[in-house]
């Protein structure tokens, strides 16, 4: 199901694993609590999206989009994220251990209390971003500041 248009719907509780999104427009969703695991989500726009408690584990979300999405308590473990933008996006306690952040933009998002534990985050840009709290232990790569 590549190159959706699904902006400003509504997809809360939704189970979306598994699935090719691969280019979808996700802006300004509604999607608490959305099941997409071990999903294709590369190249897609999140951004605006409420993504609260939404589960992307061992999803592929390289060169997506997620300024000023609301992710707080997400589960991204174990995510491919090359190349993606985040932007101002509330990442407050989400899970992003064991991820794959490489050349990511995370400039004045809010990471308080992430768990990034054995994340990938080389080449990362963290300009502003709100780190309080959050588990850095074990990071591969990335400057925190």
């Not at 280019?23 to 989500?41: H, W």
Request: net charge neutral; aromatic share 8%.
């Amino acid at each position: 199901m590549p190159n959706l248009k699904l902006a400003f719907m509504l997809l809360n509780y939704l189970d979306l694993s598994h699935f090719n999104m691969r280019g979808c427009d996700f802006s300004n969703v509604s999607a608490i609590e959305i099941k997409m695991e071990s999903a294709n989500l590369s190249n897609c726009n999140f951004n605006d999206a409420k993504l609260k408690n939404a589960s992307f584990k061992e999803s592929v979300i390289s060169k997506s989009t997620f300024e000023r999405a609301n992710m707080s308590n997400a589960d991204l473990q174990k995510v491919i994220a090359k190349d993606c933008i985040f932007i101002k996006t509330k990442l407050n306690n989400a899970d992003m251990r064991e991820g794959d952040f490489e050349s990511c933009n995370f400039n004045e998002a809010n990471l308080y209390q992430a768990n990034l534990e054995r994340s990938n985050l080389q080449r990362a840009s963290m300009t502003s971003a709100n780190v309080e709290r959050a588990n850095i232990t074990n990071l591969r790569g990335g400057a925190i500041g």
